[in-house]
């Protein structure tokens, strides 16, 4: 993939290529929004709804927030805007899934159920991690909020294993189970590999903000580091995450949950 690096392991071209994600995830809402007018679940499509809409944001004005790192300098590009957004979308993302599975819970097995609410619980608590993180640039905090991602898919992948197996769901509904199934077998081994380097790296990657909370707050809002490398911006792994979770994968499959529990995907 070096084409998307540009000269010297430079992001440029990726990055501007990252604003065609915006088009996806606003095409996506669109869609959504008919798709609630005419019926669907609320309690799945207005959190897709906002995850859409902060995931079109984050493609037009990407930051790094272990580098203070932005693609335009701007005032829509705030490390503490972002991480705002973020944090109402990713909690309602991981809802919008929780509820997935308990609706193709017919059989109301509590133990799933259970799992299905821990995965917003872990959500919740990994953005107590991020801010904490964001706020004193101490890098630990980031391995924390990561290993609640694992937890989260470990529950979910555990869920979509035993539903597939032993409840009746057929077509489109079926195919949910199949794709949360593919997503952890590929990203869970991923994920430990990369909680493994985090933890590896201690604080090496970020230093502590001098001043406390509130310096770190005020850093938050203001500081604007523009750059293009590769560094800055995680390199290939961090590619790959702005990528997947922004503009393709995550909007993809959230929106393919909409359209199936809408009845249009048979």
């Known amino acids: 993939m ?17 604003k065609l994600g915006a088009v996806a995830n606003l095409y996506f809402l669109l869609k959504t929004v008919s798709a609630l007018a005419e019926g669907v679940d609320a309690w799945l499509a207005v959190p897709a709804l906002i995850f859409f809409a902060v995931s079109a944001y984050r493609c037009l004005f990407p930051v790094r927030y272990e580098t203070s790192a932005v ?14 957004l973020a ?21 109301d097995v509590a133990w799933v159920s ?19 993180a964001v706020l004193t640039g101490q890098f630990r905090y ?6 609640g991602w694992l937890l989260i898919f470990i529950a979910n992948t555990a869920a979509s294993a035993y539903l597939y197996a032993m409840t009746d769901v057929h077509g ?6 199949q ?35 509130a310096r770190g707050l005020k850093r938050a809002i ?18 790959i995450w702005m990528a997947g979770y922004w503009a393709t994968l995550i909007p993809i499959w959230l929106f393919y949950v909409v359209m199936v529990f809408a009845g249009r995907q048979s």
Not at 71 to 84: K, N
Not at 114 to 132: G, K, N
Not at 172 to 177: D, G, Y
Not at 199 to 208: I, S
Request: net charge neutral.
């Open 2 to 18: 070096r084409w998307a690096e540009g000269p010297a392991g430079d992001f440029r071209v990726f990055l501007w290529l990252l």
């Open 71 to 84: 693609f335009h300098e701007s005032i829509f590009s705030s490390i503490f805007t972002t991480r705002l």
């Open 87 to 107: 944090t109402a979308s990713e909690i309602v993302y991981i809802y919008a899934f929780s509820r997935v599975l308990r609706l193709l819970n017919v059989g």
């Open 114 to 132: 259970t799992l299905s609410w821990s995965m917003v619980m872990f959500a919740a608590t990994s953005q107590v991690f991020v801010w904490t």
């Open 142 to 147: 980031y391995f924390y909020e990561e290993l």
């Open 172 to 177: 489109s509904r079926e195919v949910l189970l």
């Open 179 to 213: 794709l949360s199934l593919v997503f952890g077998v590929a990203y869970l081994p991923w994920q430990y590999v990369h909680l493994a380097v985090l933890r590896a790296n201690g604080e090496a990657g970020a230093v502590p903000v001098a001043g406390g909370i």
């Open 222 to 239: 203001e500081l604007k580091n523009r750059r293009t490398d590769a560094e800055s911006w995680g390199g290939i792994v961090g590619l």
